[in-house]
């Protein structure tokens, strides 16, 4: 093992099972400009039980020179070397990046300088007259020093699933959306001409093949809208968020006159406080407002809807609440709506793909906010999310006040890669 | 009212077909032709190659995707043609992108037409192209040569 | 949505065809928020947001604008040229509706950049037909061009 390659990641013996009682030999590096002294040392150790290889350095120079060749599990340093000191060593020791544990062994060495020493970094402090103290300081170090490269090299490992992970998410995403993309287009010529045989050949085949056909068309058109709740899925995790402060008020407008529709046929009521003004990508954040506005009207019970939508100021966040009477949610449920294509009833029963809370989470998540819906014993769900509130808590616009605001300026395009971009 | 003549340009057969048949079944222009590259639009529009004895179109209906020059390429040399400059061209294609469709319009596209994803759809949108370019609108008049 | 913010612009000072359009479009159920422009400086104030159109926005562009050739002040075909050689108005589909029978003016109309021309015809029954068939096509199959891209993005391919 050479020094050269040590540059850039702290070296851990732990690898190398170091002290001297675990079969390898204890590879010692003195710096010590006594012969005597380091004699001492040597047979200190020995006498405490270690197998130990030794090197012995006096001039700050050659200490380098041999940390090219030989590294050490530990240094043992006398304080004052004549031109230079122990403590210099240890610079030597961090510049080249290592995790070597030293101990001063020294002749005289006042308390206060001692304290100073192990402010910078020396491990400990063993004076000349108390030697046999050093085997124990030894064994101390070295364990510490085993504890620290395990703690290192359990974050390293944790860095680097972490990098994985978000690696493999990223992958995935991007799969999800170009095969939604791509599959688009096969998907439309099965879907179209499986239609046009129904039309053209329908009563000309026998009834079976009429049937099957009706069954191909089905299955198609039903895949046509998978694939596109699969894009629209991943395409809320591509989109670059344009953020911009946004009136909640006038985007809860506009979702009421999207959902006007719905609405009316429903007889829903829909209540709102003032709401504030927030720091978000105004499209996203209306999907996400008029998804669970829209879920609300949809999963009614058999009185006409109620809905209501508010927003509390916490310390750090905005929290919103959109209360419905409706059929409500098992709490074994609660966190199960919002995975993709998880659906509590049937098509019959309520439409839909179970797309819409999978959408809402994943922008939720991307503003740095939680989603997480609650529901009484008696129907009726809350939904709650959260987004990071506006620096300025004074601003007046925050309190829910009609405000000058940028109007519907906020609402920037955000392009998606063209077809021709992606399939290539 | 125009006995007009119509190059459709798609690189997938079945769209072409389908297309084709509508526009036939709808009995507006007089003649659908067919080309399945950019380059081959191109080619056709100019007379060049296997083209000499090609009709120019009233009417181009162009896809986006195409093999060899894609469909911007074709807009834009057509729209910068000052022979070809006149015809109108409809875009037609299955992107939704508003880039794709902004570049369109920027580079002089007519119209932009979304290619639905069911048949019920298709032929709605089909017929109102014919509809409208050939019984309504007014498209230059070709010089025959 | 502010009052300026039109669907469809109508550009047209002949009272008669103004009527007969209107007529047709409501009878389609395609006049909900029609704008009208009486000669090409008005217009021309709508497009550039100007005059009695200053608090107008580039960005709320019409679906779709139906242009008569014959003007006061501007004609028609000036009022196309300045639309459709300024990129912030070059996207908005603007149809010729007109009574000339010039293959000149058609030819211009469509170099100059115009998405469609159409001859008014002078039949009655014919004049709805198309308006019903132009508002169709238009304002509903025809995909206009994203709002607030007057910035020329570079081109994918």
Known sequence: MTGEIMTSEIMSPVERPSSGDRGEPLRVLLVEDNAADSELVLRELKRAGFDVTSELVQAAEEFRLILEKFVPDIVLADYNLGQWRGMEALEIIRNKALDIPLILVSGALGEVTAVECIKQGVTDYVLKDSLPRLPVSIRRALREQRLRAQRKQAENELALKVEELARSNRDLEQFAYVASHDLQEPLRMVAMYTQLLAERYRGKLDEQADKYIHYAVDGALRMQTLVQDLLAFSRAGREGTKMSQVDCNLVMRQILKNLEAAIREKNAVIKHDALPTVLANSSQLQQVLQNLVNNAIKFHGSKAPEIEVRAERTEMEWEFFVSDNGIGIAPEHADRIFVIFQRLHTREEYPGNGIGLSICKKIVERHGGRIWAESGAHGGTTFHFTLPALEDKGNPANRGAEQKNPETKDEEQTYEPSGSLVSR | ?145 | MKAFDAEILLIEDNQDDLDLTLHALKRENLANNILIARDGEEALDFFFCRGSYAERNFDTPPRLVLLDLKLPKVNGIEVLQQVKSDPRTKSIPVVVLTSSKEELDLVRSYNLGANSYIQKPVNFTEFRQTVKHLGLYWLVVNQPAPQGTCEPAGQES
């Open chain 2, 1 to 145: 009212m125009n006995p007009a003549e119509v190059l459709l340009v798609d690189d997938n057969p079945a769209d072409l077909d389908l297309a084709r048949d509508l526009l036939i079944a709808n009995e507006h222009p007089r003649q659908v032709s067919a080309v399945t590259d950019g380059e081959d639009a191109v080619a056709f529009l100019r007379r060049e190659g296997r083209y000499t004895s090609a009709q120019r179109p009233d009417l181009i209906i162009l896809d986006l995707n195409l093999p060899r020059k894609n469909g911007w390429q074709v807009l834009e040399e057509v729209k910068s043609d000052p022979k070809l400059r006149s015809t109108p061209v409809v875009i037609f294609s299955t992107s939704e992108a508003p880039r794709d469709i902004g570049n369109c319009y920027r580079l002089g596209a007519n119209s932009y037409v979304r290619k639905p994803g069911n048949l019920q759809d298709y032929m709605a949108v089909i017929q109102s192209i014919g509809q409208f370019w050939f019984q309504n609108a007014c498209l230059p008049r070709r010089e025959e040569q």
